[in-house]
């Protein structure tokens, strides 16, 4: 059973800043390619971010130099850190492996707005 819990979405501002946390069990977490999604109404789920077991990350371009992607391989969380953020990077926020992705969580609502 693979469980994936997102936490620390909100409302801030444009040009604020928020951290996304994912907690991954189920799932051999330190050899996993995790990765960031997120989807905005009447969109396609997108990869924004992913990490490798080792620590080797990639960003969409949209949230290049905004977001940072990190793990913790002992304590088998995901985080986003983003940075300046704007109105269009409102969305619910997904974590999942990258490689064989698994069910979805339930996501963290991120709505950026004045």
């Known amino acids: 059973q693979v469980q994936l819990v997102e936490s620390g979405g909100g409302l801030v501002q444009p040009g604020g800043s928020l951290r996304l946390s994912c907690a991954a069990s189920?799932?051999?977490?330190?050899?996993?390619?995790m990765g960031w999604y997120r989807q905005a109404p009447g969109q396609q789920r997108e990869l924004v971010a992913g990490?490798?077991?080792?620590?080797?990350?990639n960003y969409a371009d949209s949230v290049k130099g905004r977001f940072t992607i990190s793990r913790d391989n002992a304590k088998n969380t995901v985080s986003l850190h983003m940075n300046n953020l704007n109105p269009e990077d409102t969305a619910v926020y997904y974590c999942?492996?990258?490689?064989?992705?698994?069910?979805w969580g339930r996501g963290t609502q991120v709505t950026v707005s004045s």
């Open positions: 990490i490798t077991g080792s620590g080797t990350t």
């Open positions: 189920g799932i051999i977490f330190s050899l996993s390619t």
């Open positions: 999942n492996l990258v490689r064989r992705p698994s069910a």
